[in-house]
């Protein structure tokens, strides 16, 4: 129990340090962000803008998604 | 359970399976969608479940609803991106705000999202009905 | 960069329980742990500084600052996939416990 403390702290500190490389935290670099943002409402008429990203602009995502979701459940029944 | 809990339960089912379809279909104008609306929609058939347990309930409950809506939900979801590839000649093609887009803010707008919100909503929630179903009903097991 | 470290610190949470506990439920959920904290990270990557949710209303006149929409898009398919194989857990750890010889 006192090596999982330890290691833990340890992997805080390395993480910790490493995350500093990020952007700070409410300012990220949107590049992406502003070609949906700004078409999202044109392209496809939808209000929600996450709605439009899931099964508009990445309906592939979606689809894998709902056919793994059904395949985990199809072989229950005997 | 008591006779107030079954007698609750009772009226308060048809208000979550309302407000879970409301999420479902207005997913392209409030947050929500298909999962989270389809988690709710199988909520109010496991709360009226839990409430009349599970020996009264293993009499009533027909399996064979929540495998075959699961099927028709995916299936469904399926044709509507062949159906982009059919009419528009790319895969997952939005056909219907191409030829018949209506005015922003509305119900009737979008195109294939609000179809493909209720393909999903269907989906989830006979999948999370299904296992309940499974799990604590039949009480069956993953190893023989 | 607190807020990042919050994350992390109940990523930690749950490795603790994965990797000290003994027992077995307790670890299962140590693993949902980290899941959660993982989807929360990546879903703060995004924000922006006085931003609305994506949600174009009818009443928006001048263009305002919107929070990213794209890790939230992401971390709901992470979620429904991170959900669909823990139903089978508690069975599964059941049968384990029952056909060896571990107590626990």
Request: aromatic content about 10%; proline content about 6%; glycine content about 10%.
């Amino acid at each position: 129990m006192a090596v999982g403390g330890v290691v833990i702290a340890a992997l805080l500190l390395v993480t910790v340090r490493v995350f500093r490389s990020l952007p700070p935290f409410g300012f990220p670099e949107l590049r992406m962000a502003e070609y949906y943002i700004q078409q999202g409402l044109p392209m496809t008429g939808a209000a929600n803008l996450v709605a439009a990203i899931i099964l508009d602009f990445r309906g592939y995502d979606t689809l894998g998604e709902a056919t793994v979701l059904f395949t985990s459940v199809a072989e229950r029944w005997p | 359970m008591t006779l107030i809990v079954k007698r609750i339960s009772q009226l308060m089912a048809p208000s979550i399976f309302l407000l879970g379809i409301y999420v479902v279909l207005h997913g392209h104008l409030t947050p929500g969608g298909g999962f989270a609306g389809g988690v709710l929609i199988a909520g109010a058939f496991v709360l009226l479940i839990l409430a009349f347990g599970s020996e009264e309930s293993r009499n009533v409950v027909l399996e064979w609803r929540a495998t075959a809506s699961e099927s028709i939900g995916l299936f469904l979801f399926w044709f509507l991106a062949v159906l982009g590839l059919m009419q528009g000649g790319i895969f997952f093609l939005n056909t219907i705000a191409k030829t018949r887009p209506g005015l922003p803010f509305h119900l009737f707008s979008a195109g294939i999202i609000p179809l493909c919100n209720v393909a999903i909503g269907m989906e989830v929630a006979a999948t999370l009905f299904s296992v309940f179903l499974c799990l604590a009903i039949f009480k069956m097991r993953e190893t023989p | 960069m607190i807020v990042y470290a919050l994350a992390i610190l109940l990523f930690l949470v749950g490795l603790y329980g994965v990797l000290v506990k003994r027992n077995l439920f307790k670890i299962l959920i140590g693993l949902s742990i980290m899941e959660y904290a993982i989807n929360l990270l990546f879903s703060l990557i995004g924000y922006r500084s006085g931003g609305v949710p994506p949600i174009l209303t009818e009443s928006m006149k001048q263009p305002v600052t919107m929070v990213d929409p794209i890790p939230q898009a992401l971390v709901l398919t992470a979620i429904v996939i991170g959900l669909e194989p823990r139903p089978c857990w508690p069975p599964l750890a059941l049968g384990f416990t029952r056909n060896t010889t571990r107590s626990t």
